[in-house]
């Protein structure tokens, strides 16, 4: 079977909205873990100090997955980001928030300070999880989106009780994703907190997925468009939950964190499968659906782009895979690190 252009590109977006939201998902667990699991100002340092030279690389997924969709689906981007304006801009100014409180944190020795600026991790990393499962789940729903692929979406065509069970279950992967993270970057009693913390956690992570699941079937289309491929998704995403939970239960920490890794590349890979091939889905009438076909660009553009992707996309991997190596060592609070 030979893809279309049309199709791999659509298959690169969903691979970097996987890769982001893997990476930046431990990202936004440690975030959380902040105020959950980190009991002094010490122990924030070593939280932040986990994430400290790898942070901003995780979120050039994101960056790099924005400009696909802009320049391959002009049409989608076009839509998404107009009817979804409010929170996609929230999303990116707590994004921003983060970096400037990773950067200004250390610049004054005064714990009102410091603690501002924990906060706003907390806050950002909490919330951004929660508005990305927003999206998700109102882009398999359906925004009213017209003829000419013009969206007049209120807030309440996309917070809705489905988005909502969404959000939660997105934000709760997130969380047991960095609380693994912790265990395999950290030593002594704040490893032994984040790792009976996740024992608790993945309960509520399984309760909620399998509640994201059983609303899906009743507020979309997905099973009856793609049912047959997304049973064996849903289904491999239980027992990738199901060991996640034995692992942690035995503290074999590196594999718990590849199991939730698993979890999160699962999740998005189904949202992505049940909207194929739309992009965004219409609740006004299934004709004005945008699809890869009448949102993408030229066929001569796709063309150049790939060529492009193909040729640069090894050296960002590269690199990225060199940083982690580099910074592979566990974090201790001796070693006063400020990043």
């Not at 917070?159 to 939660?168: C, E, K, N, S």
């Not at 956690?201 to 979309?220: C, D, H, P, Q, R």
């Not at 939730?260 to 009438?285: K, Q």
């Not at 982690?324 to 001796?334: A, H, L, T």
Request: with cysteine; net charge neutral.
């Amino acid at each position: 079977m030979v893809l279309m252009l049309n199709e791999v590109w659509f298959i690169l977006i969903a691979v970097l909205f996987v890769g982001f939201l893997f990476l930046e998902g431990f990202d936004f667990g440690v975030g959380m873990a902040m105020r959950f699991v980190a009991k002094t100002p010490g122990e924030r340092r070593v939280l932040i100090n986990t994430i400290g030279p790898v942070w901003d690389g995780n979120e050039v997924w994101l960056i790099t997955a924005g400009g696909a969709m802009f320049a391959a689906f002009p049409n989608w981007y076009a839509t998404l980001f107009s009817g979804l304006y409010m929170p996609l801009v929230i999303m990116l100014l707590l994004l921003i928030g983060r970096g400037v409180a990773f950067e200004f944190r250390s610049k004054l020795d005064n714990p009102k300070w410091r603690d501002t600026w924990d906060w706003t991790i907390f806050v950002s990393s909490l919330l951004n999880p929660f508005l990305w499962g927003v999206v998700f789940a109102a882009l398999m729903a359906g925004l009213p989106i017209d003829s000419e692929m013009n969206i007049y979406a209120s807030l309440f065509d996309y917070i809705t009780p489905y988005t909502l069970i969404g959000a939660i279950a997105i934000t709760l992967l997130c969380f047991l994703h960095g609380l693994f993270f912790i265990t395999l970057k950290t030593t002594g009693d704040l490893q032994n907190r984040a790792r009976e913390t996740a024992k608790k956690v993945v309960y509520a992570v399984g309760i909620a997925l399998v509640a994201f699941v059983v609303a899906s079937y009743f507020y979309t289309d997905i099973f009856e468009v793609r049912g047959a491929v997304l049973i064996p998704i849903f289904a491999l995403i239980v027992v990738a939950v199901i060991f996640a939970r034995s692992f942690a239960l035995k503290s074999r920490d590196g594999w718990a964190f590849t199991m939730t890794g698993l979890t999160i590349a699962l999740t998005v890979t189904s949202v992505f499968v049940g909207l194929f091939p739309r992009v965004m889905v219409s609740s006004i009438n299934h004709a004005f659906d945008l699809t890869i076909h009448n949102a993408a660009s030229g066929p001569y553009s796709l063309k150049v782009m790939t060529i492009v992707a193909v040729t640069l996309i090894p050296f960002v991997l590269g690199y990225q895979i060199w940083s982690y190596y580099v910074f592979r060592k566990r974090v201790k609070e001796e070693e006063h690190l400020e990043y």
